[in-house]
């Protein structure tokens, strides 16, 4: 019997999608998260998995999901160029603030004994004096000092110093719609210390809004409403835990 002569000897098959129209489709891809990073309800956009871990960190899910999506299927033609995440609101959250990166140190706010300022939780303007860090020895000890006085206004509010963001993040004590939080403002007497703490609109923090429980379909209409091209073009994978 005569030897077969395989198939690749002859002819290279390589995968590829068909396309219609006058323009190649450019395929993206959307995660949804329930990772607090990922404020609500924008959409947040990476062009490389590189980018995802350097924003959610190397050891979390997003970057692992996002290694394999960028990586595609071998000998593709195109590999993705972006992909997109949304906040996967299961249950209802609460409105964060995710303050810019700070240059400040523990040092810097341990010579303050009496830091003040301004920020709105839920409508009402909570106006914080007297804030002593004078015996902090870590930006986590900074965060517990603002937590404390906040929590005494608006109870189970939080605050911590990230080390990933390089900054603070306020986690307002109430969730649902009702749950809003706005950037600080100076305080009216002491030392102001919004500047410091990163919380600033001009600074290039986040705001993270509250909202109640949502259905995947109001998720999607949401993704739809931000996205920069009504998600025409984009393939949605829906990821759930």
């Known amino acids: 019997m005569a030897q077969a002569i395989p198939a690749d000897y002859i002819v290279s098959v390589n995968p590829r999608v068909i396309y219609g129209g006058s323009g190649q489709l450019v395929m993206s891809g959307l995660l949804l998260t329930e990772n607090p990073l990922c404020p609500f309800p924008q959409l947040l956009s990476f062009p490389s998995a590189d980018m995802v871990g350097a924003y959610f960190g190397v050891d979390s899910t997003e970057y692992k ?3 394999v999506y960028f990586r595609s299927y071998d000998n593709s033609f195109r590999k ?11 249950t209802a959250i609460a409105s964060e603030l995710i303050g810019a990166p700070i240059t400040a140190l523990y040092s810097d706010f341990a010579t303050i004994e009496n830091g003040s300022m301004t920020i709105a939780l839920n409508g009402n303007d909570i106006v914080l004096t007297g804030l002593d ?3 902090v020895s870590a930006l986590s000890e900074v965060a517990q000092v603002v937590e404390n006085a906040l929590a ?5 509010t939080t605050v911590a110093y ?3 963001t390089k900054g603070f993040i306020i986690t307002n004590g109430v969730t649902g719609e009702a749950s809003t939080i706005e950037f600080a403002v100076a305080g ?3 030392t102001d210390v919004s500047a410091m703490l990163g919380l600033r609109a001009t600074q290039g923090g986040v705001i ?3 909202s109640d ?10 993704a739809v409403e931000y996205s920069p091209a009504n998600l025409a073009n984009v393939v949605a994978e829906l990821v759930y835990n």
């Open 80 to 90: 993705p160029e972006t992909l997109y995440f949304a906040r996967r609101v299961k």
């Open 208 to 210: 993270s809004n509250g």
């Open 133 to 135: 860090f004078s015996s």
């Open 213 to 222: 429980a949502l259905t995947p379909a109001n998720i999607m209409a949401r």
């Open 188 to 190: 009216e007497a002491g």
């Open 162 to 164: 990230s080390s990933l």
């Open 152 to 156: 005494s206004e608006v109870g189970n």
């Open 65 to 67: 999901l996002a290694d």
